[in-house]
């Protein structure tokens, strides 16, 4: 069982976020692997230690993706390939399902596991367009996953409870949080990652062209949450009548 795995490197969910000169302040920023791709990954390692086969991770960006990369080496990834991207934007979806599809174009993958969405844009987009370019069946929100033979089947998130899929192999997962608990890098496997090449491809031997389809025209902070305000008095009818004015005439809510 071959396993590609859409890998995405995101700022630290706990990192300050700054806006320079109208765009995001990378400097003193924490790059991670976003952490629905890291539950995909982690499937994918356990379908290989399973099954046996190999794991892929793919990830489109700049240089310092290739770290992310190693991180998923050292959690027990085979392979890496870096789509080398300097001028990469994060909300051009078509371009990087482009890139993504023409950089694993030379290997059959068996299953295509993804996070249902990165943590910064939260598009998800890309596998599902990934998908669709490659011609293969696509499965979302996935809490489980069975395979089973040539198929795939997969419990997933609806509304008001859960609904069972299945799908014929080569098809593509999108993984929840919740699916499993990632693996923490062992101190082995990040002394072996160190000395694992990274294979790195370019946009231009790819023959894909960043051509925005969506502008970004700039970046700012959400305003201050305003001061809360305490209802005074020992009177709780009173005081949930308040309540209930505040919400309807100064928030709105009702």
Do not use: C
């Not at 046996?52 to 085979?78: F, H, K, L, N, Q």
Request: aromatic share 4%; glycine share 8%; hydrophobic share 40%.
């Amino acid at each position: 069982m071959d396993v590609l795995v859409l890998l995405k490197q995101v700022p630290d969910t706990e990192t300050t976020i700054k806006i320079d000169s109208n765009r995001i302040n990378e400097s003193g920023v924490k790059w991670i692997i976003s952490p629905y791709d890291e539950v995909a990954l982690e499937e994918a390692i356990r379908t290989k230690e399973k099954s046996g086969g190999t794991v892929t991770v793919v990830s489109v960006g700049p240089e310092r993706v290739a770290s992310s990369i190693r991180t998923a080496y050292a959690m027990g990834a085979d392979h890496g390939i870096h789509v080398l991207a300097e001028n990469y934007e994060m909300l051009d979806a078509t371009a990087i399902s482009e890139a993504i599809l023409k950089a694993t174009s030379d290997k059959n993958y068996d299953l295509v596991l993804a996070g249902r969405q990165g943590i910064d844009s939260d598009s998800g987009l890309i596998p599902l367009m990934y998908a669709e370019k490659r011609g293969i069946a696509a499965i979302i929100w996935a809490k489980s996953i069975e395979l089973d033979g040539n198929s795939v089947k997969a419990v997933v998130e609806a509304e008001g409870g859960e609904a069972n899929y299945e799908a014929a192999l080569p098809a593509l997962v999108t993984t929840q949080i919740g699916m499993n608990e990632p693996r923490y890098p062992s101190l082995k496997g990040i002394m072996a990652s160190k000395k694992t090449p990274v294979e790195t491809k370019n946009l231009d031997e790819l023959n894909v062209s960043f051509s925005e389809h969506i502008e970004v025209l700039g970046f700012e902070m959400p305003p201050a949450r305003p001061v809360g305000r305490i209802i005074e008095g020992d009177d709780t009818l009173v005081k949930a009548a308040e309540l209930v004015k505040a919400l309807h005439e100064e928030v709105k809510a009702i």
